[in-house]
């Protein structure tokens, strides 16, 4: 799952910065030559700037990189920390399920309703699709993750810190 999260935002964030850059570079040549730039450029910026940031939460849960509770797990028996942990994660993975629901239920509204840049007319609902798509596999990839939590559960041994106090450690058991 990770590898086919891991391809799909690098599409998605790539096309939709290519559009940026080009957006912008085309809107700065306007500028000097033209009496000024293009209203569109700053929609275009937007939609895919929000793209960018919904495709980037997918690829950093696959790559780990989100802050996690580890601190607050630690804090707690190996066990109960893993659990905890892998508690906060399916719900968060419900909250972001919920989100794409959102989303891709106003997908048809958008495109029923013709919601469209002004000068070229580019679509919205191709990037609200994409945005749907970043969030659905982040959903997946955070309940994937929450589910091995509770999988190492099972293998976890209890040994108290040097401190006394049992910490979990779920880098080492991945």
């Known amino acids: 799952m990770e590898n086919i999260n891991t391809k799909i935002c690098y599409v998605s964030m790539g096309a939709a910065f290519f559009l940026m850059c080009m957006t912008t570079v085309h809107a700065v040549l306007r500028k000097f030559t033209y009496s000024g730039g293009i209203i569109d450029s700053f929609d275009i910026t937007n939609l895919c700037m929000v793209l960018i940031v ?4 997918a690829y950093m849960e696959s790559q780990n990189g989100h802050v996690r509770i580890d601190i607050l797990a630690r804090k707690f028996p190996r066990k109960f920390g893993a659990a905890l942990h ?18 891709a239920g106003n997908i048809t509204t958008i495109y029923s309703r013709g919601a469209a840049t002004t000068v070229f007319h580019i679509p919205h609902w191709p ?5 749907a798509v970043g969030l ?5 990839t ?4 929450g ?8 293998g976890v041994e209890e040994e108290p810190d040097e401190d006394g106090v049992k910490d979990v450690d779920v880098t080492t058991q991945m």
């Not at 892998?86 to 989303?103: E, K, N, P, R």
């Not at 955070?142 to 993750?145: A, N, T």
């Not at 589910?147 to 099972?154: H, R, T």
């Open 54 to 57: 919904f495709c980037g939460f």
């Open 86 to 103: 892998g508690t906060l994660l399916l719900i968060t993975g419900a909250f972001i399920f919920v989100m794409f629901y959102a989303v």
């Open 127 to 131: 990037f609200y699709i994409v945005i």
């Open 136 to 140: 659905f596999v982040y959903a997946v």
């Open 142 to 145: 955070v309940v994937l993750h």
């Open 147 to 154: 589910l091995e939590k509770f999988g190492q559960i099972k």
